[in-house]
């Protein structure tokens, strides 16, 4: 199962100062960051970063896919992406995690939970201890 994910902190940035965002943003993404009410734009910016990231993860070019060469839209309630990658369906949904975090999943299928489960980092060092000593018997 192909999946991507994307876990950003929300750290005060002033999106008007990035200096390369034409390396990161498609021209549309760009427009619409401007667009964008003042103080809902670093929301939106780190919503389309953790779009952006969890895609390029997903499909498993990472970097290698340069930033500005897709677009992703955000629209009320969906998601669309354009790209010229052929044939590369793909889906995408949002968590609410923490109100200074954003969390974006992409998939190459729209199964996904209705919600996540948040878990401290003992409980998964429990789960990797048990799968591993499983694998070993």
Known sequence: MEVGVDVEEMIDINIEDIEDIATFFSIQEQFSLRQCEESKRLTYFYDLWTLK????????????????????????????????????????????????????????????????????????EKWCMRWYSEDLV
């Open 53 to 124: 990231e969890s895609y390029i993860k997903m499909i498993g070019k990472g970097l290698s896919i340069p930033l500005h060469s897709f677009a992703i839209e955000k629209a009320k309630s969906s998601i669309h992406l354009t790209s010229s990658i052929q044939g590369q369906v793909c889906y995408f949904r949002q968590y609410d995690i923490d109100p200074a975090y954003r969390l974006s999943v992409c998939a190459k299928h729209e199964d996904f939970p209705p919600h996540i489960q948040m878990v401290d980092l003992k409980t998964i």
